[in-house]
C-alpha cells in the first residue's frame, strides 16, 4: 500500500498564532509552578503552626493533669502517684470532675503483666482508666513517671509511663 | 515554501524545547528550596518529656540501701561507682536506658521511626564545649528528619551533666 504525504501550508500569521499560544503555555506553566511554590510554602508554615500548637496543647493538658493535686505526687512536676489514680478509678464523685471523655494511666518500662488495675491486682497490672473506655480513637498521650510506694523496697519506685486523654480537659480547674 | 515551513517547524520546536527546560529547571529549583525550608533539627516536646520521666525511673541500683533515680545513677556512672549489689551502675544505667527507650520507641521495618540517639555527657561548666560521654544509646540510622529533646542539666561534681535525644524520622 502506497502512503500519500500531504504537505500543508501554513501561513505567516498561522505561525505567529501557534507560537503566541506556546507563549501563553508557556506563561501559564510559569505563574502555576510561581503559584505552587508560593503555596507550598504557606501551607507548609500552616501545617507546622499547627502541629506545634496541637503539641503544645498536649503537653500543656497532661501537665495541668499531672500537676492537679488529685494525680500530683509530691515533689515532681512530671509525675502521677499512681495510688491516687487507682482510688479516683470508679469514684462515682469524680464523675464530671475532669470534663475528658477517656483518662487513663499506663505503664511503659518495665514490663508488666498487660491487665487493668483493680484493687486485687494492683500493681501486677498495667493500666488504670479513670474516666470512659478504651475505645475511643483520638487520644494524646505524654510520658509521665509513675509513683508510687513500694512495699517491696520500702520506698519510693518510679516507673516510666504514660498519660492517655481524649477530649477537652476543663482548664478551670 | 517548503524551506518556510521548516524553518516554522524548527523554531517551534526550539521554543517547545526552551519552555520545557525552563519547566525542568524551575521544578528542580523548587524542590530545592522547599528541601532547605524544612528544618533538619525541630524541639519536640514529647521527647522532652520522655527525658524528664525517664530521670525519675528507679533503678534497681541501691547506695547504702536508697534505689537510685537516673540521675544520681548517672552521677555515680560518671565517677565509676558500684551498686551494693556489686554490680556497675553504669551497667544498670545502660540496661535501664536500653529498656526505656526500647519500650517507647519502636525501631523497626514500617514503623515511622528510623532511628534514635540517646546521650547523657558531663560539662566541666556550662560554657564548656568540651563534652565527657557518659552513655550513648544508639538504635537504627539517624539521618535526615530529626527531632531533638534534652533534660535539665543537673549539678555534679564542680560540672554539669545533661542528657539529650534525637528521634529521626
Same mark, same amino acid.
Given at each position: 500500500?502506497k502512503?500519500?504525504y500531504?504537505?500543508v ?5 498561522q505561525?505567529?498564532i501557534q507560537q503566541?499560544? #506556546?507563549?501563553l503555555?508557556a506563561i501559564v506553566?510559569? #505563574?502555576s ?5 508560593? #503555596?507550598?510554602?504557606n501551607?507548609?508554615?500552616i501545617?507546622s ?9 498536649t503537653?500543656e493538658m497532661?501537665?495541668k493533669?499531672?500537676?492537679?493535686p488529685?494525680?500530683?505526687w509530691? /515533689?515532681?512536676?512530671s509525675?502521677?502517684?499512681l495510688d ?5 478509678k +470508679?469514684?462515682t464523685?469524680?464523675? /464530671? ?5 477517656y483518662l487513663?494511666v499506663e505503664?511503659?518500662?518495665p ?9 486485687g491486682v494492683?500493681? +501486677?497490672?498495667?493500666k488504670i482508666t479513670?474516666v470512659?473506655n478504651?475505645?475511643l480513637a483520638?487520644t494524646?498521650?505524654?510520658?509521665v513517671?509513675l509513683c ?5 523496697i520500702q /520506698?519510693?519506685?518510679?516507673?516510666? /509511663?504514660k498519660i ?5 480537659f +476543663?482548664?478551670?480547674? | 515554501m ?10 517551534m520546536?526550539?521554543?517547545?524545547l526552551i519552555?520545557?527546560i525552563?519547566?525542568i529547571?524551575l521544578?528542580i529549583?523548587?524542590g530545592i528550596?522547599?528541601?532547605?525550608d524544612?528544618p533538619?533539627q525541630?524541639?519536640n ?5 520522655f527525658i524528664?520521666?525517664?530521670?525519675e525511673?528507679?533503678?534497681s ?14 552521677g555515680a ?7 551494693d549489689?556489686?554490680?556497675?551502675a553504669c551497667?544498670?544505667?545502660?540496661a ?6 526500647e519500650?517507647?520507641f519502636i ?12 546521650k ?5 561548666n ?6 565527657k560521654?557518659i552513655?550513648?544509646?544508639t538504635?537504627?540510622n539517624?539521618?535526615g ?6 533534660d535539665?542539666?543537673?549539678?555534679q ?6 542528657a539529650?535525644m534525637s528521634?529521626?524520622?
Amino acid at each position: 500500500m502506497k502512503t500519500k504525504y500531504y504537505h500543508v501550508k501554513y501561513s505567516k500569521a498561522q505561525l505567529k498564532i501557534q507560537q503566541m499560544a #506556546f507563549v501563553l503555555v508557556a506563561i501559564v506553566v510559569f #505563574f502555576s509552578i510561581v503559584a505552587l511554590f508560593y #503555596f507550598a510554602i504557606n501551607l507548609s508554615g500552616i501545617k507546622s503552626n499547627y502541629e506545634s500548637l496541637e503539641e503544645q496543647k498536649t503537653s500543656e493538658m497532661v501537665r495541668k493533669l499531672s500537676g492537679l493535686p488529685e494525680l500530683r505526687w509530691e /515533689g515532681c512536676s512530671s509525675c502521677v502517684d499512681l495510688d491516687k489514680a487507682l482510688l479516683l478509678k +470508679n469514684r462515682t464523685s469524680y464523675k /464530671g470532675f475532669w470534663g475528658l471523655e477517656y483518662l487513663s494511666v499506663e505503664v511503659v518500662y518495665p514490663k508488666v503483666e498487660s491487665r487493668e488495675c483493680d484493687k486485687g491486682v494492683y500493681p +501486677n497490672c498495667n493500666k488504670i482508666t479513670i474516666v470512659g473506655n478504651n475505645n475511643l480513637a483520638r487520644t494524646t498521650s505524654n510520658y509521665v513517671a509513675l509513683c508510687r510506694w513500694d512495699q517491696e523496697i520500702q /520506698g519510693n519506685r518510679c516507673v516510666l /509511663g504514660k498519660i492517655n486523654a481524649a477530649g477537652e480537659f +476543663n482548664s478551670t480547674r | 515554501m517548503r524551506k518556510m515551513n521548516k524553518n516554522g517547524q524548527e523554531e517551534m520546536v526550539g521554543f517547545v524545547l526552551i519552555v520545557v527546560i525552563v519547566a525542568i529547571v524551575l521544578v528542580i529549583l523548587l524542590g530545592i528550596v522547599l528541601r532547605q525550608d524544612k528544618p533538619i533539627q525541630t524541639e519536640n516536646q514529647d521527647i522532652n518529656n520522655f527525658i524528664k520521666s525517664s530521670m525519675e525511673y528507679t533503678s534497681s541500683c541501691a547506695l547504702n540501701g536508697q534505689y537510685l533515680k537516673m540521675r544520681p545513677l548517672l552521677g555515680a556512672c560518671y565517677k565509676s561507682g558500684n551498686c551494693d549489689s556489686g554490680e556497675k551502675a553504669c551497667n544498670v544505667l545502660n540496661a535501664s536506658f536500653i529498656g526505656m527507650l526500647e519500650s517507647s520507641f519502636i525501631v523497626k521495618e514500617g514503623s515511622n521511626i528510623r532511628g534514635y540517639i540517646f546521650k547523657a555527657v558531663y560539662y566541666e561548666n556550662i560554657s564548656s564545649s568540651q563534652e565527657k560521654k557518659i552513655i550513648e544509646i544508639t538504635k537504627g540510622n539517624c539521618t535526615g528528619k530529626t527531632q531533638i529533646g534534652s533534660d535539665e542539666p543537673f549539678a555534679q561534681d564542680n560540672g554539669i551533666i545533661t542528657a539529650k535525644m534525637s528521634v529521626c524520622y
